[in-house]
């Protein structure tokens, strides 16, 4: 008997959990959510620490590429070739 009484109030509890997922309990809560996740998807402009630093990684992409056209990477990865190139760029600004 009480086995049937706790199966019963959890079945409840499930559904009841289950129908608040599906439907929002009420309509203005369901606009705030979207105006929500409307201000988060608006992006911020970088700050200037940051445009710079997407300046500098994109010249070091197109010495890479230059270099690698040319046959001159010898056996450097991406990565090692980067982090030297990010390093001399920073030193020179």
Do not use: Y
């Not at 049937?4 to 109030?9: G, S």
């Not at 439907?23 to 608006?42: I, L, N, R, V, Y």
């Not at 630093?53 to 990565?79: F, H, N």
Request: hydrophobic share 35%.
């Amino acid at each position: 008997m009480l086995m049937r009484v706790v199966a019963t109030a959890v079945s409840v509890i499930f559904l009841a959990a289950a129908t608040n997922a599906v439907m929002p309990t009420h309509p203005a809560h369901a606009q705030t959510q979207k105006a929500e996740k409307k201000e988060k998807a608006e992006k911020k402009e970088p700050s200037p620490a940051q445009k710079a630093s997407q300046d500098r990684m994109r010249e070091c992409a197109a010495e890479w590429q230059e270099q690698k056209k040319e046959g001159k990477t010898k056996g450097t990865t991406w990565r090692k070739f980067s982090s030297e190139c990010l390093k001399r760029k920073k030193k020179e600004t």
